[in-house]
């Protein structure tokens, strides 16, 4: 029977998503599910993870973890990996995960599949899809046998099951001895916009250049509300400075797959479209009908997005009240 | 004092992505190559740390095959840099590979202050080889910074984590560091930079030499384009008409609402 460990993130509300996920696909995929937490609060997760699946949970407990520290967090990391001797490493794509990861496969002598979208596991060896040019093209990808396999997966791939494989987890305490941090981390700045990151985000409302000018962006974060979507720019308006690089999306921002995105004011310029081409259904408002971004839509509307949003906002509202 | 910058050489971002012809890669002929966007911050970022730190030599270093990827060297050496050095390579190395390699030349060329590098390389988006590298020569690193500043051998640096949350990091130097957009507007190269780099002699290394036991951890193969999708319903009438035609299709039609 293949080993998986599964390295999990928590917020504040809980387990990740994208950890569940994992967790998920682990046990139905019928392996031996370890799932490392890390930081004070992560034996209250323990419960959580069992009843998702999780036969073993290693907490990593030491405060020194309850902030990412790179350094601190490759030694913990490493750490279970030489009690669980998995097969597979999972983890999410996360900006935690893809810091960590890396610097623990150089440790052990191997490498990362990172940003996969598709996972199968056949006997002990994992095929995962995943996306190059931001999407443009994907490839499988194959860990040489012999050779730890570390993945990453991206946020909203695989499916969470409806009823999960609740186990009673045998819950161990994960010592490791203190790291002298060499690069310490200090503290937070918090973000002041989305609350979620456009990488995870179900909905996203994007503008470009069409809204004119920075405080029109006022329309899709009213249209955002309703639909409880993530605002998303094209590089036209980040780089003139109505909206953060971290909302930009495309093949120099974020690669997004939600299941529902908006292109507003967008020209669907072939940077853009490579970070949004994983969309499930894109709709398109443009008042230039033969604009590319049409191509790449499920939906569109020719016409004034001044004209379209508030309206679009108003039915949202409506429709999703009446449920 | 020498600031290290690896630079990757990746189709310009304008390229549509055709697969050869067994689908094992990409079709590259007619590629146009360009310097890894995100690589051009590590460059600026560079040059800035000379301005301050003079006597601070820079070596651009770039892993790939010697038949083209020296061209993005003189790009780099046309912005500023003061050396180059080409470590001659297969195609397609897995990020592991290429982080073996980089250390080792790193390592043979000379004591490294500083070592920078773009966030991610926009062909693989593997986001691991400045990771990779720093844990191969035991230094510490941050990635995906968009702040930098050093005193005293002590860098500070901001990384962007989630949704536009930073963390603050406190990094003693000698140190890896991945660059992402916002760090610095990169500079153009100048016309007589670029005339001055056109006569450097880059300095030629090579992989198998290096790393004469390198083997990869990971391969890629049957590629695939994504699927192309049907052409998009226009929705037609009155704004009122559109939106509310839009809506139902959403809901009832496309079910994600
Ligand atoms: C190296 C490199 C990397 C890049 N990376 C990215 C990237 O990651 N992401 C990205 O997005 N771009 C990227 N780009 C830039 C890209 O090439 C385009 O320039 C950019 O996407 C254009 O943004 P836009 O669609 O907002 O603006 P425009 O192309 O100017 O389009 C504006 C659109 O708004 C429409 N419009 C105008 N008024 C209205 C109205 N009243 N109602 C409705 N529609 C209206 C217009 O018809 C037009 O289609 C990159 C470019 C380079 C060279
Ligand atoms: N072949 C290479 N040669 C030099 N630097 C590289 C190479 N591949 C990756 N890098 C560096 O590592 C960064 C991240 O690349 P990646 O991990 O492949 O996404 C790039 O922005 C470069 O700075």
């Not at chain 1, 069992?50 to 520290?69: F, I």
């Not at chain 1, 999972?90 to 893809?98: Q, R, T, V």
């Not at chain 1, 199968?120 to 396999?149: D, H, N, R, Y």
């Not at chain 1, 009673?168 to 060499?182: A, Y």
Request: charged share 20%; with cysteine.
């Amino acid at each position: 029977m293949s080993k998986i460990l599964i390295f999990a993130e928590a917020n504040p509300q809980g387990l990740r998503r994208s950890s569940l996920e994992l967790l998920h696909f682990a046990s139905a995929a019928g392996a031996e599910v370890s799932v490392l937490v890390t930081g004070s609060h992560g034996k209250d997760l323990a419960a959580d993870l069992g009843k998702n699946g999780a036969q073993k949970v290693l907490v990593a407990g030491d405060a020194q973890l309850d902030m990412y520290q790179p350094e601190a967090y490759a030694a913990t990391l490493e750490a279970a990996i030489q009690q669980i001797k998995p097969d597979v490493v999972l983890g999410s794509a996360s900006a935690l995960g893809k810091d960590l990861f890396p610097r623990v496969a150089a440790r052990l002598d191997t490498s990362v599949i990172s940003d996969g979208v598709e996972i199968k596991l056949a006997g002990t060896q994992v095929e995962v899809k995943k996306p190059l040019f931001s999407g443009k093209c994907f490839a499988q990808a194959q860990f040489a046998s012999g050779k730890l396999q570390m993945v990453l997966m991206r946020a909203n791939q695989l499916p969470l099951l409806a009823t999960p494989n609740s186990k009673t987890p045998e819950v161990t305490e994960l010592k490791v001895p203190p790291v002298d941090l060499k690069a310490k981390i200090k503290s937070l700045i918090q973000a002041t916009g989305n609350k979620m990151d456009l990488t995870e985000a179900n909905i996203i409302v994007s503008g470009g250049r069409g809204l004119k000018d920075p405080k029109n962006f006022s329309l899709l974060e009213d249209l955002a509300k309703p639909l409880n979507a993530t605002v998303g720019a094209s590089r036209a308006v980040v780089d003139a400075g109505w909206a953060s690089h971290s909302m930009q999306v495309g093949q120099t921002g974020k690669t997004v797959a939600p299941s529902l995105y908006f292109a507003v004011g967008i020209s669907g310029a072939i940077q853009h479209l490579a970070g949004m081409s994983g969309s499930k259904v894109v709709v398109a408002i443009n008042n230039d009908p033969n604009a590319p971004i049409f191509q790449k839509a499920t939906y569109g509307i020719v016409g004034d997005l001044f004209q379209i949003l508030p309206l679009l906002t108003e039915e949202f509202k409506t429709v999703l009240n009446k449920g | 004092m020498s600031v290290f910058v690896c630079i990757k050489q990746v189709p310009d971002t304008e390229t549509k992505i055709k697969l050869n012809a067994g689908s094992s890669g990409i079709e590259t002929n007619g590629i146009k190559w360009v310097m890894n966007p995100y690589d051009e911050f590590a460059v600026e970022e560079a040059i800035k740390f000379r301005d301050t730190h003079p006597g601070t030599q820079i070596i651009a270093i770039t892993v790939g095959p010697k038949a083209r990827a020296g061209e993005v060297l003189r790009t780099a050496l046309a912005m500023g840099a003061d050396e180059g050095v080409l470590v001659d390579a297969p195609e397609n190395l897995d990020p592991a590979q290429t982080a073996k390699i980089l250390a080792a030349a790193i390592a043979q060329e000379g004591a490294a202050e500083l070592i920078l590098c773009g966030k991610m390389a926009i062909d693989d988006q593997a986001n691991s080889v400045p990771q990779m590298l720093a844990e191969n020569l035991k230094l510490p690193h941050t990635s995906v910074i968009s702040k930098f500043s050093e005193s005293g051998g002590v860098a500070e640096v901001e990384r962007d984590t989630e949704a536009g949350a930073k963390e603050v990091v406190a990094v003693t130097l000698p140190a890896v560091f991945a660059a992402n957009k916002g760090l610095n507007t990169p500079r153009y190269a100048s016309l007589p930079g670029i005339m001055k780099a056109k006569k450097k002699v880059l300095k030629e290394l090579s992989a198998a030499t290096l790393c004469p036991d390198l083997t990869a951890a990971v391969t890629l193969s049957k590629y695939s384009l994504p699927a192309e999708k049907p052409a998009a319903q226009i929705i037609p009438g009155d704004p009122a008409a559109q939106v509310k035609a839009l809506v139902q299709k959403l809901r009832d039609e496309a079910k994600v609402l």
